[in-house]
Structures are given as structure tokens and as C-alpha cells.
């Protein structure tokens, strides 16, 4: 993966995509069906999005190269349609953009990001966030 200034993703930094993701809607939309699909063409993916919006073949291509360019496809040009596929997994781009998030939006807090997602009315105390992580860290490893 090409990185930029402090370990951060090329595509962290584009000015394209969506403020603090590097990611914009579509190319979300984009990856989401290729992380599905595993190996797919842009006639595939074309098809998968034609059923949810309106939307141009070339515009499907252009936004696929432009992810290939951001190295988050990886494309195989040995047949005549392109074979793409995910030139890193789904959920290591998820916590690339939501330590985006966390650091840019909130202060680096992470305990503030943790209380949101689990519908907690109040915020996690630091203490509280350091006992949380150690027990998801003992479940994740037992």
C-alpha cells in the first residue's frame, strides 16, 4: 500500500473523496460489491449498481481505475475485461477511515467513539474504555 506523511494511506489524503475517508460515496458503493464479489469486471459491478441507481458504464470504469490508482483494487489485465479485485480487505479499510474519523473528529478519543457505537447515553471515562478494550482483547484472543 503507497503511504503518505506519518504511515497514513495515499488514499487517506485524497482530496476526492469524502472529508476525512479518502473514500467518496460511490467509490464506497464500489468497494463494497468488489469486497462481496471477491473477483469481478466492471460490467458486474455495473450491473450490481444499474438495480439500486442511474448510472454510466464509464462512470462504474473511471471511478474502478481511480480505486485501482488509490490502491484499493488491484486490476489483472490478462483478458479482455478486467478482473479486479480487493487489493486489501474491507475491514482493514473500515478501520483505517474510522481511526480517521476518531483522530480528526474527535480528538483522538477513542473512548468517545466506543460509547457512541454502543448507544450509550453517557461517555466511557478513559478508565472505563482501558477496561473495555482489555476484556474484548482477552475475548478476541481466547
Known amino acids: 500500500m503507497e503511504q503518505t506523511g506519518a504511515g497514513r494511506p495515499k ?3 485524497s482530496t476526492k473523496g469524502a472529508p476525512f475517508t479518502g473514500i467518496g ?3 464506497a458503493d464500489i ?4 469486497w ?3 473477483r469481478t469486471t466492471v460490467r458486474d459491478v455495473y450491473e450490481t449498481l444499474r438495480q439500486r441507481r ?3 458504464y464509464t462512470t462504474v470504469m473511471t471511478v474502478m481505475n481511480n480505486l485501482v490508482k488509490k490502491g484499493l483494487l488491484t486490476q489483472d489485465k490478462q483478458r479482455v475485461a478486467y478482473v479486479y479485485t480487493p487489493a486489501m480487505p474491507g475491514r482493514e479499510v473500515a478501520h483505517i477511515v ?3 474519523v476518531v483522530q480528526r473528529l474527535m480528538g483522538g478519543r477513542k473512548n468517545l ?3 457512541h457505537l454502543l448507544g450509550l447515553a453517557g461517555d466511557l471515562s ?3 474504555f482501558d477496561e473495555l478494550q482489555a476484556w474484548a482483547s482477552k475475548r478476541l484472543a481466547g
Open 31 to 34: 468497494l463494497a460489491i468488489v
Open 113 to 115: 467513539a466506543v460509547s
Open 126 to 128: 478513559p478508565e472505563q
Open 98 to 100: 474510522l481511526d480517521s
Open 54 to 56: 442511474k448510472i454510466a
Open 25 to 27: 460515496s460511490l467509490e
Open 11 to 13: 488514499w487517506l489524503k
Open 36 to 38: 462481496d464479489l471477491d
